[in-house]
């Protein structure tokens, strides 16, 4: 089986059946706030790891796909609580982008 049809089985197929939750006060106000800063960017000097691992994936094409606005790997950094978990929203933002483009 391959890496990618495992994860799709394993992870993104069943966080696909799961209901959207609220985000907190602290979550949402990040959120608004990011919103309303269209040109924000993260400094090169102190990126926390868990954004630079991020960088590291979509950059080399693991993903396939891009994200060119810093505010999506900002708060992708904020409602994930490790590296592992946020890698896992990766290949599921990867797998409902598959999802769209079959219809």
């Known amino acids: 089986m391959k890496i990618n049809n495992l994860v799709e089985e394993t992870v993104c197929i069943p966080m696909s059946k799961l209901k959207p939750i ?3 006060k602290e979550d949402a106000m990040v959120f608004i ?3 309303l800063q269209p040109n924000f960017k993260l400094s ?3 990126l926390p790891p868990l954004i630079q691992i991020l960088q590291s994936r979509l950059k080399y094409g693991w993903m396939g796909f891009e994200v060119n606005d810093d ?3 900002t708060m992708l950094s904020v409602i994930t609580q490790s590296i592992g978990q946020a890698i896992l929203y990766l290949y599921y933002i990867q797998y409902h982008i598959k ?3 079959k219809k």
């Open 71 to 73: 505010r999506v790997l």
């Open 44 to 46: 090169k000097k102190t």
């Open 22 to 24: 609220q985000l907190s």
């Open 99 to 101: 999802q769209k483009n």
């Open 33 to 35: 706030n990011l919103h």
